[in-house]
């Protein structure tokens, strides 16, 4: 994880001076156990160029997380990729440029803009090229993305979502860095500490003078805040948001409920008409009601498998249904698990819990007998997850094997990427293996349902918009009853 920065013209001998680091030295200290070296390439009074590098150990990034025995854990970018631990590495050393308080004879290049070029990465995002561009084109950037080819023997993805970006521009170098500190972190859609008050202050001094009028204002807000809560105290003190459709749908490229379940502000493009009274409901939110209603509205649903629960979100909801008896929360990741049980020692104490969700150790690739003759069977965003190849595989194992009575599974529809302006082959989310179009899920279901011996009814949640649809597919698969049973 790298930036260089490189000033041209008249006084950008100064950038050294408003960095506060000897250009003759190099600087290589160990920042929360991460070895942070500043070395100047190139130190002229017409050209200055400066590389600033942090190393972290991969092992340390994970000591100490209450992941179990799950190895999953060590299997990350965060080692690479320049994100909000870079930021937090490197802000020690770049303490003196961000408050704009050098040495006495160097505050009148403070507010010069130099013709600056900035050149980081690799970074991880979820965000299509044309909204990472006009995050930084609007800010007087020109703006080059650099991404790298991909050769696989199997049909996956043809370019990486890891980017490289070069900015070019006229602009001082406090507020150069102030705006990287703000929106690396906004690119990676990650943060590595708890989130609290204190990044509402972050944003109005890191924003200070651009943000306010800056058009992808609520998408920065609302990546770097990510909770509702937070979002509506930013609005007590900086006025209310504007919820644009385009946006909403930028930001609900990543709501998947088994990536990240706890993001709050994810909106959907259904915002617009979806109780605007109040504030936008999340895609998340329409898939949870949708597939309670379903449940609800079963004859037996007595014993229930919510496979891949995730932190637990919905497995509590389907607590309060009618009729529930069972619950299995299936998870492979210790850390959600570990959340899960925390939400659910929390149905404890509340009225209307039919029954207490339990948090169960498993994966669609291993074979669990606890799974069998379920009444019902959740795969909310699931199958997208999974590797095409493997996935027939699966849904035999489940069909004709585990034979839920019902079985119901969501996953993104293909088509209404449109909608949200994404380029073409990306996906919302970067651990998808794929992503179908109506007809390509119809016929899949068509295969499955054949094999496994169900019928099956499609149904779209979200905004619909004409020709693409809606942007989520829930498929309601029910067992034909054999010999009358």
């Known amino acids: 994880m790298h930036l260089m920065l490189k000033a041209r013209g008249a006084g950008s001998g100064a950038v050294s001076r408003l960095l506060a680091k000897n250009p003759h030295n190099v600087y290589d200290r160990m920042e929360k156990g991460v070895r942070v070296r500043i070395?100047?390439?190139?130190?002229?009074?017409?050209?200055?160029?400066?590389?600033?590098?942090?190393?972290?150990?991969?092992?340390?990034?994970?000591?100490?997380?209450?992941?179990?025995?799950?190895?999953?854990?060590?299997?990350?970018?965060?080692?690479?990729?320049?994100?909000?631990?870079?930021?937090?590495?490197?802000?020690?050393?770049?303490?003196?440029?961000?408050?704009?308080?050098?040495?006495?004879?160097?505050?009148?290049?403070?507010?010069?803009?130099?013709?600056?070029?900035?050149?980081?990465?690799?970074?991880?995002?979820?965000?299509?090229?044309?909204?990472?561009?006009?995050?930084?084109?609007?800010?007087?950037?020109?703006?080059?993305?650099?991404?790298?080819?991909?050769?696989?023997?199997?049909?996956?993805?043809k370019k990486s979502s890891i980017r490289r970006i070069r900015l070019h521009g006229q602009v001082t170098v406090q507020?150069?860095?102030?705006?990287?500190?703000?929106?690396?972190?906004?690119?990676?859609?990650?943060?590595?500490?708890?989130?609290?008050?204190?990044?509402?202050?972050?944003?109005?001094?890191?924003?200070?003078?651009?943000?306010?009028?800056?058009?992808?204002?609520?998408?920065?807000?609302?990546?770097?805040?990510?909770?509702?809560?937070?979002?509506?105290?930013?609005?007590?003190?900086?006025?209310?948001?504007?919820?644009?459709?385009?946006?909403?749908?930028?930001?609900?490229?990543?709501?998947d409920k088994d990536i990240n379940e706890s993001d709050e502000g994810i909106q959907d493009g259904s915002a617009g008409e979806v109780e605007r009274s109040e504030s936008p409901v999340s895609l998340n939110e329409l898939r949870y009601r949708a597939i309670t209603e379903v449940v609800t509205g079963l004859p037996v649903k007595r014993r229930i498998v919510d496979m891949g629960a995730g932190e637990g979100k919905l497995s509590a909801r389907l607590a309060y249904i009618s009729g529930v008896e069972s619950i299995l929360a299936v998870e492979p990741s210790g850390q959600s698990r570990l959340r899960a049980m925390e939400r659910f020692a929390k149905l404890e104490d509340r009225s209307g819990v039919i029954a207490m969700p339990e948090p169960v150790i498993g994966s669609?690739?291993?074979?669990?007998e606890q799974m069998q003759n379920q009444d019902v069977m959740i795969l909310c965003e699931v199958i997208e997850h999974i590797e095409a190849y493997r996935l027939n595989g699966i849904m035999d194992t489940i069909m004709n094997d585990y034979r839920p009575d019902v079985l119901l599974v969501t996953t993104p529809n293909k088509e209404y990427n449109e909608v949200y302006a994404m380029e073409k082959e990306s996906f919302r989310h970067h651990d998808h293996r794929f992503e179908w179009t109506r007809a390509e899920l119809a016929e899949r279901c068509e295969e499955w349902a054949l094999q496994g011996n169900y019928t099956f009814e499609i149904r779209g949640i979200g905004d619909y918009a004409e020709e693409y649809g809606q942007p989520t597919q829930l498929v309601i698969f029910e067992r034909r009853k054999e010999n009358g049973s």
């Open 175 to 255: 507020n150069a860095l102030r705006q990287l500190f703000l929106l690396i972190p906004v690119l990676d859609n990650y943060k590595h500490y708890f989130i609290s008050e204190d990044e509402i202050d972050k944003i109005k001094r890191y924003g200070e003078g651009w943000l306010e009028n800056h058009p992808l204002k609520e998408l920065i807000v609302r990546r770097t805040l990510r909770f509702s809560e937070l979002i509506r105290k930013y609005e007590l003190q900086e006025g209310a948001l504007s919820v644009s459709v385009e946006q909403a749908g930028e930001l609900n490229q990543i709501s």
């Open 364 to 368: 669609l690739y291993y074979f669990d």
């Open 39 to 157: 070395v100047y390439i190139t130190d002229t009074e017409s050209e200055t160029e400066v590389l600033i590098h942090a190393e972290p150990d991969p092992v340390d990034l994970v000591r100490g997380t209450p992941n179990g025995y799950d190895i999953t854990q060590y299997i990350n970018d965060r080692e690479f990729v320049t994100s909000s631990l870079f930021c937090s590495y490197i802000r020690p050393a770049l303490g003196t440029a961000l408050n704009g308080k050098p040495k006495e004879d160097y505050v009148q290049w403070v507010e010069h803009p130099f013709d600056m070029e900035l050149s980081f990465g690799p970074v991880a995002s979820d965000l299509p090229d044309r909204v990472v561009e006009e995050l930084f084109s609007s800010l007087g950037y020109a703006v080059t993305l650099e991404r790298d080819e991909l050769s696989y023997t199997f049909d996956l993805k």
